[in-house]
């Protein structure tokens, strides 16, 4: 059963609080994802990760941190969250090849009050 | 034409009727994907193609490439209420990098 989860899929923090965001996939993918979705917008790119302990930033990596220790599971967080943090934020794996397909969960919306 | 930090476009069309959603991209690829986004869940693939394909078919679904121009287009026949749903065309500029464009929100009234 190819998928993506992600949990929570809802998070209200305050800003300055911690942040912890998860996503597991079952297809063995090598490369995994997290991207922010603001509204009329389309996704940016937060961090990619290759494999474990092997990850990259992308386009706007600052605010955040990931970390990835196993194959499956990727985690994005978020140090003293702030309100411009505010967003829906999607995860997706992929085989490592460019022609991949990227698979998405369903996404965290997170508030930052 | 989506692309960049272009905000969201928008089409609103009947059911039965054809439309073409079109993608401009600046840097290399070898490939550009489409994505279709339903509301409240992940962006899903629905067609790839290749930098050497000129052009893709899946079922009601046509792609197009233009190398040349750096141009892209995705076209729905004959589109029913079930197409309703924002699209995304997104390049790969290498490192396994997607980079998604703004997208084109289709409206598909009854």
């Known amino acids: 059963d190819m998928k993506v989860t992600q949990m929570p899929r809802y998070l209200i923090k305050r800003m300055g609080e911690n942040v912890l965001l998860e996503c597991g996939q079952d297809m063995s993918h090598e490369t995994m994802y997290w991207y922010r979705q603001d509204p009329g917008l389309g996704l940016q790119l937060i961090y990619i990760?290759?494999?474990?302990?092997?990850?990259s930033e992308g386009d706007i990596p600052k605010g955040y941190r990931v970390s990835r220790k196993k194959r499956e599971h990727f985690s994005l967080i978020l140090d003293s969250a702030k309100t411009n943090q505010t967003s829906v934020y999607f995860c997706a794996s992929s085989l490592r090849d460019s022609y991949a397909e990227q698979f998405f969960g369903p996404g965290t919306r997170l508030t930052v009050l | 034409s989506q692309w960049g930090e272009e905000n969201l476009q928008a089409l609103s069309i009947q059911e039965g009727e054809d439309v073409t959603m079109n993608c401009s991209y600046k840097?290399?690829?070898?490939?550009v994907h489409w994505y279709r986004q339903d509301s409240g869940r992940g962006p899903a693939l629905i067609i790839l193609?290749?930098?050497?394909?000129r052009e893709k078919r899946s079922g009601r679904l046509r792609a197009t490439l233009d190398t040349s121009s750096q141009s892209s287009s995705l076209s729905i026949t004959a589109a029913q209420c079930e197409d309703t749903a924002v699209y995304f065309c997104?390049?790969?500029?290498?490192?396994?990098?997607?980079?998604f464009g703004s997208g084109t929100r289709l409206l598909v009234s009854p």
């Open positions: 193609i290749r930098s050497n394909e």
């Open positions: 990760s290759y494999d474990v302990d092997s990850n």
């Open positions: 840097t290399y690829t070898t490939v």
């Open positions: 997104a390049t790969d500029p290498g490192g396994y990098k997607v980079v």
